[in-house]
């Protein structure tokens, strides 16, 4: 059986909480939240405290904060020699405090506060100082996830830079289309297909092998004709941008 | 019964013909391609001509050739006076001779030439110079598909920049993460369930909502982390034009 505790409730630490506490090799022994908002009807079985002083010892405590506050909060933690990880996908590791065993359980993901998470298919990303740390947070994820992967801080980061590209930059376009069409009055939801497909197509055919469009093929006369239709637009050095580094990948 | 003859026999025509070959509603009379390398054993039970003399009389004429050929090849048409439509999303009907009466068909999707396209959630297009037209267009489309939507040529010039930015400039962006990835010796497959859930999210979220990232929360601290991670990179204007845009939509 895994002790752990949660210090911060925010959404991905509900998330786990809400996955882990199905498990039966998983005792959640308590939640730390410095104030008590957080705690809705949802949780009244758990023991609850906004008291520093007041945690249990556990096997492993998940610090569920946002990625600024995270190496000041770690300073304020009263115990020494436990095992405590973040979340976050863009902190070091050695933002903890060393007065702690230090780990990272990051679950690579974008959460949706009203929706809960299935996490079989979502990739956790641990990181550990030392071989019996990184076995237990092994052992954590592999009872979410089929897909539990070590992966450094440095790593870590270039994970996270890319996830933003995959989802807070694909969001982006996403939002500039549905922008486009109701300059129109057509519904974003005519779009709904292809941004499935396009996301789908990538599950067996590389981003290279998936690539089409004028910027791709060179299609001068529908990329003069997009760039007149942008005219007056913010976006139509985005366009350009994005044009020219497709051009550049493929030439 | 409606009669159809395919003029050109790229991948899109290929993906009509082999759906509404289905439909008891539909005889696909004839293909037309001006050589017969396209004519493989899938399609040995149609008649085939590579002659334009030769073609058939039918109810309707879809035009499946590269965007810049539509024009001229329609000039060479033979007959007068029928329903002669193309399929592009950024082609005018005005492009196509006047000699016939002119429509457009556009299913909006990408098509992968491997895989058979199921129609039914795909919106089509349709414009037409008169009512009967459209109307026989809209019977032919929902054959296929639930959502056959009347557009015109300027407002589908907007969905198909619209479509260039989910689709091609989506993809180019998971191009980039594999490639940030790769450097690392880390599998693209760690993105995968972060660009579904993407994608799935704007099924009930307008992308406004679904936003999330450094560059909405004004976090400077990761937005300069990411600079410092993408320096020597080709991309690093692209995160900074992407990051700049989102704040702008939100300040």
Known sequence: MIKVVFLGFGNVNQQLCRSLQKSDHVDVLQIYNRNSQVFSSEWKGFDFTTQLSEIKSADIY???IT???IASFSETIPFRDRLVVHTSGSVSLKALSNHNKRGVFYPLQTFTKTQSVNFTNIPICIEAE????L????QLGSLLSENVTEVSSEAREKVHLAAVFVNNFVNHLYHI?????TEHEL?????QPLIAETARKIKTLSPAEAQTGPAKRNDHKTIENHLHLLEGSPYIELYKMLTISIQEQFK
């Open 67 to 69: 990625d600024d506050a």
């Open 177 to 181: 289309s549905e922008e486009l069409l």
């Open 135 to 138: 076995k237990l947070l092994h």
């Open 187 to 191: 519904d974003f939801k005519l779009l």
């Open 130 to 133: 030392n071989a019996s740390d």
């Open 62 to 64: 998940i610090v569920g």
